[in-house]
């Protein structure tokens, strides 16, 4: 666990975006969508089946906690939806594409600037500062204006002041709202976040959920996290409970 994070947290900034390219217009059915996914691997007892006819569908916008205990299939069904890895059987469909048609070269094409990730162990490159971490995947895919949307997006999670400083440099809430920053900053369609408060304290990770929920509802982002805690799996629309590989969905109130 890391230490509370005591820095301020930004004020909710409405649904404005200065640096919005465009309102969305999806021609697909589904952000994302699962059928008869399986996933298997050998072991030296044998075959493990780690997911088993696992069925969903994810619309545009809409909000979904995929929960479960330990070992019940979680983090593998988020990295094959999100086309980060292959499963042994079944088919996906990521924004409006096949995954079982793509290589990993296509798959990671078909991600650039359209997904976004957010993970428990932040995942932020140590040698960049927190405003290059958030400049990078926009370079990558291209942005013209990179720098700014950038420098927007650290403003964003309250953290200009923090812009030239090291992942050492941040506490642990802070460099998970550069991760956010950097999730939001492609104006990705589907946001997928594994366990993200998982590393943080209670009040850390509290702050940091209202923060991913008024980033997303601004961002009208689909959003599909693995989670514990129950705090954050309360605030999606929808939960996909796992238990030895199979789903159980209930609607969340």
């Known amino acids: 666990m890391t230490s509370a994070d005591n820095s301020q ?23 994302v969508s699962a059928q008869a996914l399986s996933q298997h691997v050998p072991t030296a007892d044998g075959t493990l089946a780690i997911l088993s006819e696992v069925g969903l569908a994810v619309q545009a916008g809409e909000t979904l906690a995929i929960t479960g205990a330990s070992g019940s299939g979680k983090s593998t069904l988020l990295g094959l939806l999100a086309g980060l890895d292959q499963p042994s059987s079944g088919e996906i469909v990521l924004l409006g594409e096949r995954l079982g048609g793509l290589d990993e070269d296509a798959r990671a094409r078909l991600r650039a600037g359209r997904v976004g990730f957010v993970f428990q162990s932040f995942q932020l490159l140590p ?79 509290a702050r940091i959920i209202d923060l991913l929920f008024e980033l997303n509802a601004s961002a009208r982002t689909t959003l599909i996290l693995v989670t514990h805690d129950e705090a954050l799996a309360s605030r999606c629309q929808r939960r996909l409970h796992l238990v030895a590989g199979r789903t159980r969905e209930a609607a969340l109130a």
């Open 127 to 205: 040698a960049l500062t927190a405003l290059e971490n958030i400049l990078l995947p926009l370079e990558l895919a291209g942005r013209a204006d990179a720098r700014d949307r950038a420098a927007h997006w650290l403003d964003r999670v309250g953290l200009s002041a923090r812009a030239g400083h090291t992942p050492r440099q941040l506490s642990g809430g802070e460099q998970q709202r550069v991760a956010i920053a950097r999730a939001f900053a492609t104006d990705p369609e589907i946001v997928f976040a594994d366990e993200p408060t998982g590393n943080l304290d209670a009040d850390t990770g």
């Open 9 to 31: 947290f930004p004020a909710p900034q409405g649904d404005s975006d200065p640096l919005r390219a465009k309102p969305r217009a999806e021609s697909y059915a589904a952000a």
